[in-house]
């Protein structure tokens, strides 16, 4: 069980995870998003612009038979799951090798093993070609904390899905 109390969710609740200094784009975006859970995907991001560079990280989960711990990293913002995708994932995927919750790579640390759970059981992913999130992070390649985000994205590849 997972230390957060969610209450008693509804099994198809949707989450979506929006940086604090971010936002989200388009007056459509959150219909755009339903309809895709509406369709029948299990998971589902859109595209992405970072304000001050213009990129995109995003984009669609080509080979689904893939293990996405090695796949391209794709699932980027605007990411939304349904709760019961999340709390069908042991805790241990969510924590460092201290046993911790990650304090940087959240994005990773929370996604793959959803996504690999998620192609495990043949659902269905999908990327929405349209920028409903602006990502206004300033990335400092030489920072302490951009290193720990590398650090902690090596270990989350590296060690892969926890079944328990």
């Known amino acids: 069980m997972n230390t957060m109390d969610w209450g ?12 604090g ?3 989200l784009w388009g007056n459509d975006c959150l219909q755009n998003v339903k309809n895709e859970y ?8 859109t595209a992405n612009e970072w304000d001050k560079f213009g990129l995109n990280h995003s984009g669609p989960y080509e080979d689904s038979n893939k293990d996405p711990y090695s796949h391209t990293w794709v699932s980027s913002h605007f990411r939304t799951f349904k709760i019961c995708d999340y709390f069908s994932v042991p805790e241990s995927n969510f924590k460092n090798k201290e046993g911790e919750w990650f304090e940087a790579c959240y994005d ?9 759970n998620i192609l495990k059981s043949g659902g269905k992913t999908k990327y929405i070609n ?11 390649e ?13 270990y989350i590849r590296t060690r892969g899905y926890l079944s328990k």
């Open 8 to 19: 008693n969710p509804e099994k198809d609740q949707i989450v979506g995870i929006i940086d």
């Open 21 to 23: 200094d971010d936002f």
């Open 38 to 45: 509406d369709k029948g995907f299990n998971i589902v991001w």
């Open 108 to 116: 990773q640390a929370l996604m793959l093993p959803i996504l690999h």
């Open 130 to 140: 349209k920028v409903h999130y602006i990502y206004r992070g300033n990335i400092q």
């Open 142 to 154: 030489d920072s302490e904390f951009r290193k720990k985000q590398l650090e902690y994205e090596s």
